[in-house]
């Protein structure tokens, strides 16, 4: 039985330091934190130290804020990107992202090259998006909607509406076409 232990030891061994290689190749898609995770656990399941896999404690803090602040600037990116363009109401999603990510780097928007102000427009843009997307999914001719469907799209447009700071007309409907919508 310990043979057939040790063997899953060194497989758990090898495994953890490929996980640590995908890491050290940080990009905005890598999922280092994912990697990382992994490297922890096979460690621990090797019963082996970071160090006997050529790393430690300090870098694998320092592949996390190198890959959370590359997280932050490829949704930055995209987020500025999609701005007036179709797949707008994504912006919302990205700028979500973004915040969860700018918390775990350690750092403030102005480091990464956006105000809040820009952050506060392009979350006003998307909302306003999203109110869109869920007007036309309603609107939608020929869509069977359930009652319960519908109130939620309401929900969702009023919210996107609210958060976008617009008008139902900015959105391309009244508030007598919505009503009338909504009856059914």
Request: hydrophobic share 35%.
């Amino acid at each position: 039985m310990s043979n057939l232990k040790s063997v899953e030891d060194n497989k758990a061994k090898a495994e953890a330091i490929d996980w640590l290689k995908h890491a050290r190749k940080v990009s905005p898609t890598t999922g280092v934190e994912l990697h990382i995770q992994y490297v922890r656990q096979l460690v621990k399941k090797a019963g082996c130290s970071l160090e006997e896999i050529g790393t430690s404690e300090q870098e694998l803090k320092q592949l996390l804020l190198v890959g959370y602040t590359a997280e932050v600037n490829k949704w930055i990116k995209l987020a500025r990107e999609t701005a007036g363009k179709k797949g707008e109401d994504n912006i919302v999603y990205f700028l979500r992202h973004m915040n969860e990510n700018v918390e775990k780097a350690g750092h403030d928007l102005a480091y990464f090259g956006i105000s809040e102000q820009e952050v506060a427009s392009l979350f006003k843009k998307g909302n306003k998006a999203q109110a869109k997307s869920w007007l036309r999914i309603a609107k939608k001719k020929g869509a069977k909607h359930t009652r319960e469907e519908m109130e939620r799209f309401k929900i969702y447009i009023r919210e996107y509406v609210k958060k976008a700071g617009c008008t139902l007309k900015d959105i391309g409907t009244s508030k007598k076409e919505f009503a009338k919508l909504f009856l059914k």
